[in-house]
Nanobody, 124 residues
Framework: QVQLVESGGRWVQAGGSLRLSCAAS????????MGWFRQAPGNEREFVAA????????NYADAVKGRFTISRDNAKNTVYLQMNSLKPEDTAVYYC?????????????????WGQGTQVTVSS
């Protein structure tokens, strides 16, 4: 089992940027696709972005397309989420997850390991 720890979440004003990091330990994540999900208060957890095992393919939720960028550094066993042009509706706890497969997936059931989450708060 891989352990995932997210960091980088904080309060930011609308229009600002943040970069979230997800550091993996226990085993390498280089064989897995990785993803980011988020959960706002009162809402179900939702897919944000995913990246294939070598980073050649990515997938984004429509709500973040063009504003967020997922990337990975397998040598550092780390995944990133660059978030630009943040909006108040981006406020949520952001979770990193490791997929069961090498290719890009977006369903929660396709992910087997989850971090504890990092809070992102965007004020208007």
């Amino acid at each position: 089992q891989v352990q995932l720890v997210e960091s980088g979440g904080r309060w930011v004003q609308a229009g600002g940027s943040l970069r979230l990091s997800c550091a993996a330990s226990g085993r390498t994540i280089s064989s897995y696709a990785m993803g980011w999900f988020r959960q706002a208060p009162g809402n179900e957890r939702e897919f944000v972005a995913a990246i294939s095992w070598r980073g050649g393919s990515t997938n984004y939720a429509d709500a973040v397309k063009g504003r967020f960028t997922i990337s990975r550094d397998n040598a550092k066993n780390t995944v990133y989420l660059q978030m630009n042009s943040l909006k108040p509706e981006d406020t949520a706890v952001y979770y990193c997850a490791a997929a069961r497969y090498a290719t890009v997936v977006a369903d929660e059931g396709d992910f087997h390991s989850w971090g504890q989450g990092t809070q992102v708060t965007v004020s208007s």
